[in-house]
């Protein structure tokens, strides 16, 4: 099939694309203004997409069969209201047209499970769920993926994730909450399997559906720490409780595995594997 992969200059989006484009004729979508490094040594079409026209130009000359949507913008760096309405609602929404406009099977969007109260980058992405749900009419399935906390080799630094496995891993002391919020943390070979399994399943698939991606496990973030710290054989200090709890803080997210393992999908790295191959390949 061919798959347009939107975000494919990000973390997951450039996996997506190295993995199913040994299988699928994938095309990534992104601006000019991105980084290609993710994309170097990887065999895909690349769509430049600044613009409506070329946005559609890329649809009318590819005709994709899916379009699997990773854009997201977190606002960790503290950018505008406007700037993750824009990302995580007007570009998905366009895309969305533009997918059913030119017949596509499925457009998988890559949502969030944490809970729109959470963040501003939650409500957002949570909202335009939302919108689709209730104007979907197209022949089109629209497949909702809420992505539980994924992590893997050379993740962007920007997230929690990275941060601890960089820091244990330089031997640098870490400052944190009492670390009982419990988390699926979910390794980036393991989330990619289970959009392989979604698409080899698609024909099967409702047409409008949200279905879970996580582990299925939900360690405490100080287990996760403490795994890191183990591993790594790290001399850093661990300074639990140092820092409070955010407001709405969210103590418990978990995914419900049951429809993807209904699909025959299965989680193949522990939290401990996952770790351990992340910090392997990141030396």
């Known amino acids: 099939m061919v798959i347009f992969i939107t975000g494919a200059s990000g973390y997951l989006g450039s996996q997506l694309v190295k993995q199913l484009s040994e ?19 990887i065999d895909s079409g ?8 070329s946005l559609e130009s890329a649809f009318m000359q590819y005709r994709p069969d899916i379009v699997i949507n990773t854009i ?34 499925a457009f998988l969007h890559t949502g969030t499970s944490l809970p729109s109260d959470v963040s501003s980058y939650a409500a957002t992405k949570n909202k335009f769920v939302e919108l689709i749900k209730s104007t979907h009419t197209s022949k089109m399935k ?13 993740d962007d630094n920007s997230k929690f994730t990275t941060y601890v496995i960089n820091a244990c891993s330089n031997n640098r002391d870490l400052t944190l ?14 989330v990619v399997s289970a959009y392989q399994t979604l698409i080899n ?8 559906e949200t279905i879970p991606v996580g582990s299925g496990i939900a360690p405490t973030v100080r287990e996760f720490v403490e795994t890191v710290h183990e591993v ?44 351990e191959r992340t910090i392997k390949d990141n030396r």
């Open 23 to 41: 299988i699928h004729q994938c095309v990534s979508l992104i601006r000019k203004s991105s980084s290609h490094s993710r994309l170097g040594n």
């Open 46 to 53: 690349i769509a430049h997409i600044d613009d409506a026209d």
């Open 72 to 105: 997201a913008l977190y606002g960790r760096k503290n950018e505008a209201l406007s700037d993750l309405i824009n990302a995580n609602i007007l570009v998905p929404s366009e895309l969305y047209e533009l997918s059913s406009k030119y017949d596509c099977k």
């Open 142 to 154: 629209f497949i909702n993926i809420a992505l539980e906390h994924f992590y893997g080799p050379q």
């Open 177 to 190: 909450t009492s670390g009982l919020q419990q988390r699926d943390f979910i390794f980036i070979d393991d």
């Open 201 to 208: 399943n698609i024909d099967g698939l409702h047409n409008f």
């Open 232 to 275: 790594s054989q790290s001399q850093s200090a661990l300074n639990f409780g140092a820092i409070p709890m955010r407001d709405k803080e969210l103590m418990y997210s978990c995914a419900n595995t049951e429809k993807l393992q209904g699909l025959g999908w299965k989680a193949k790295y522990s939290l401990r594997c996952g770790i």
